[in-house]
Nanobody, 111 residues
């Protein structure tokens, strides 16, 4: 059974950093992504990482967020620097090609 478990969310002040983790169990995936959903807004793409380490970022986080995976490919990370209140959302780990999703982790950034 595939499970994606996010962790690392929390409450921080603007300008601070957080690192989210997504622990993968039950399988191994080369292509994974982070999405987020702010209150009263649709879920949106944040970043993805694909085979060979190719990464893509939403324009809103480019230069501030970094997506990565550990060597074994069992844990995916999202390093978030210089956070702003606009980054407040529930962040989801995903294998979008297979429609697998974690339960989400809340990130709240105060001004």
């Amino acid at each position: 059974q595939v499970r994606l478990l996010e962790s690392g969310g929390g409450l921080v002040q603007a300008g601070e950093s957080l690192r989210l983790s997504c622990l993968v169990s039950g399988s191994f995936f080369t292509d994974m992504a982070w999405y987020r959903q702010a209150p009263r807004k649709p879920r949106e793409f944040v970043a993805d990482i694909r085979s060979g380490g190719t990464t893509t970022y939403a324009d809103s986080v480019k230069g501030r967020f970094t997506i990565s995976k550990d060597i074994a490919g069992r844990t995916m990370y999202l390093q978030m620097d210089n956070l702003s209140p606009e980054d407040t959302a529930v962040y989801y780990c995903s294998v979008p090609d297979l429609d697998y999703w974690g339960q989400g982790t809340q990130v709240t950034v105060s001004s």
